[in-house]
Nanobody
């Protein structure tokens, strides 16, 4: 069983920055993908960024150049650095994990098995 606990959400003005953290127990296994997803009211949950154990990353087009996913294996923690935030980035952000050799840094929510409880990010204009 993989446990995920997010933190770091909050309210920020447009153009500001936030860093989300996710304490993840997945680092004890050899093959995994970790991802950040978000869900705004009335919208489907969408993939934002993903990373695997090798450090290979994948980003949604809407956040490329603004968001950076990273991991600190020694601290068992996944991060999402969000810069140049826009009001349309407002959503509940979730950390997700899958234990697999074939996850290919997917941004599809259907490919992830374990989910955190979410942390709210609100960007005002």
């Amino acid at each position: 069983q993989v446990q995920l606990v997010e933190s770091g959400g909050g309210s920020v003005q447009s153009g500001g920055s936030l860093r989300l953290s996710c304490a993840a127990s997945v680092y004890t296994v050899n093959n995994y993908c970790l991802g950040w997803f978000r869900q705004a009211p009335g919208k489907e949950r969408e993939g934002v960024a993903a990373i695997n154990r090798h450090g290979t990353t994948n980003y949604a087009d809407s956040v490329k150049g603004r968001f950076t996913i990273s991991q600190d294996k020694a601290k068992s923690t996944l991060y999402l650095q969000m810069n140049s935030l826009k009001p349309e980035d407002t959503a509940m952000y979730y950390c997700a994990a899958v234990v697999s050799t074939d996850c290919f840094n997917s941004l599809s929510r259907f490919d992830y098995r374990y989910w955190g409880q979410g942390t709210q990010v609100t960007v005002s204009s």
